[in-house]
């Protein structure tokens, strides 16, 4: 069995792998020993674990996942991957981003790919046809953008994502809404644009918490695929392992 856990900035997410056969996957607010220790004693026959980390995590679990593996990769940026990394400063590369790009690769191999995370920041990542991670850009995601304007400005209320909401604000609350959501789809669309003048057979790969409302929204065919970042820490992981 092959363990992928991806520690993030507001939850733990983790996956177990028979092969690359998805058997079970949840989420915690943290990882701690008492989380760990469940998913190992329910699963046995762990053979396998990576770990992705945008934070500390405590130290007894990183001993246990050593003693009970027969292979434990923490990821950091010296990990081998099946993907060419073309950022100019791999050192800074977030490695969440590293291995959605793997992950999308996966899916659609040989094909240019233009991957959105859409979460607290929205990630735009481009990895070309020869499986070469491009690099990519960052911007504040929906909510963050709706909590800026709430604590930088002195009236402005904060407000919450909808679904279905007015394309043009007619009080203050449907202006924020309309502003921020009509905003983020007009920049992605742009990307989108863009890039598709670029590589005109260009798949676009969306992910995050915010997916479900992009692909209702955005004028252009998407691949939506949950968990991509776990699925590609998982071909990491089995790259290492052969």
């Known amino acids: 069995m092959n363990l992928v856990i991806d520690i ?68 950091n940026h010296n990990t081998p991957t099946p993907i060419v990394n073309r950022y100019r400063t791999p050192e800074t590369l977030g490695l969440d981003r590293l291995a959605a790009a793997i992950g999308a ?21 481009l990895v070309s046809p020869a499986n070469e991670y491009l690099g990519g850009n960052i911007s504040p995601g929906i909510e963050t953008r709706f909590r800026a304007l709430n604590q930088f400005t002195g009236k402005l209320p904060l407000i919450q994502l909808k679904n279905d909401f007015e394309p ?28 598709k003048k670029v590589y005109p057979e260009l798949v676009v790969v969306l992910t995050g918490g915010h997916s479900n409302f992009l692909m209702k929204h955005i004028g252009a ?10 699925t590609g820490l998982l071909e990491i992981l089995m790259f290492n392992a052969s």
């Open 221 to 230: 065919e998407l691949k939506q695929i949950e968990n991509l970042t776990l």
């Open 168 to 195: 043009l604000g007619g009080d203050t609350e449907s202006a924020i809404r309309a502003g921020v959501q009509q905003g983020v789809i007009f920049e992605l669309e742009s990307y989108i644009a863009h890039y």
């Open 105 to 125: 690769s996966t899916a659609f191999p040989g094909d240019p790919l233009l991957i959105i995370d859409a979460g607290t920041a929205i990630t735009i990542d």
């Open 8 to 75: 993030g900035n507001t939850r733990v997410k983790w996956a177990l792998f028979r092969d690359r056969e998805l058997v079970t996957q949840d989420s915690a607010p943290e990882l701690t020993l008492h989380v760990l220790g469940q998913i190992i004693g329910d699963f046995h026959d762990v053979k396998l674990a990576i770990l992705s980390s945008v934070k500390e995590f405590p130290k007894e679990c990183r001993d246990l996942l050593t003693e009970v593996t027969d292979l434990f990769i923490e990821l």
